[in-house]
């Protein structure tokens, strides 16, 4: 079967760094995706990786490891406002959305 | 980035009424159209997928006859909570892609829709 591991909780520090991993295992991949989702909102997109390595992106980075199943999420200089749920979704192939439970990230002062 | 609206972003309805939700693609074609559902605390649940001019295609579990699909056009897909029990209580969110089969699609999600069934 098709299944995306996320831890369900983390906790940080404001104006520390955080990485967030997924696992996964899918039939077939066609890109994955990291979302971040406040309550009781939509999710909004953050980043997408294809190809293996890290794509930077201001304060949040990706990380794919197409060999390994395995991608992480890595936030820095943590805020008050990144307080939220982070999914990991996988693009399978039929190209639909695969997606994870969602890692809730509590941020600290 | 393209936008999809969806509307209402929240409506409170009377147990055995119905509830039309409106997802628009307001800059694209979206040939595809997703439906999902989302309980607290728990991650998306893709409830059916929509190609403009043809049924959607339900994931197991989802009732058809419940939740209607109409993806009458390249921008607008409409799902439709029939009878609705207070059990249908929940985040109902669109997304679209533009094509299918290209491997950088990103999918544009719309607001959401909070539904509570009284």
């Known amino acids: 079967g098709q299944n995306i591991d996320q831890p369900t909780e983390m906790t940080a520090t404001e104006g520390a760094i955080v990485q967030i991993n997924c696992t996964y295992q899918t039939s077939g991949f066609n890109g994955l995706f990291w979302y971040q989702q406040h309550a009781g909102e939509a999710p909004t997109f953050l980043s997408y990786n294809v190809l293996d390595g890290l794509e930077e992106k201001g304060r949040f980075s990706s990380f794919l490891s197409r060999s390994k199943g395995y991608s992480y999420l890595l936030l820095k200089e943590l805020q008050m406002k990144d307080s939220a749920s982070y999914l990991c979704a996988v693009m399978d192939s039929n190209y639909q959305l695969i997606w994870g439970a969602g890692t809730k990230l509590i941020i600290k002062p | 980035g393209a936008v999809v609206s969806q509307h209402p972003s929240r409506v409170i309805c009377k147990s055995g009424t119905s509830v039309k939700i409106e997802c628009r693609s307001l800059?694209?074609?979206?040939?595809?159209m997703f439906w999902y559902r989302q309980f607290p605390k728990q991650s998306l649940m893709l409830m059916a997928t929509s190609n403009e001019g043809s049924k959607a295609t339900y994931e197991q579990g989802v009732e058809k006859d419940k939740f209607l699909i109409n993806h009458a056009s390249l921008t607008l897909s409409t799902l439709t909570v029939t009878s609705a029990h207070p059990e249908d209580s929940s985040f109902y969110i669109c997304s679209a892609q533009s094509g299918t089969g290209d491997s950088n699609t990103e999918a544009f999600f719309g607001q959401g829709t909070r539904l509570t069934v009284v």
């Open positions: 800059d694209f074609q979206a040939t595809t």
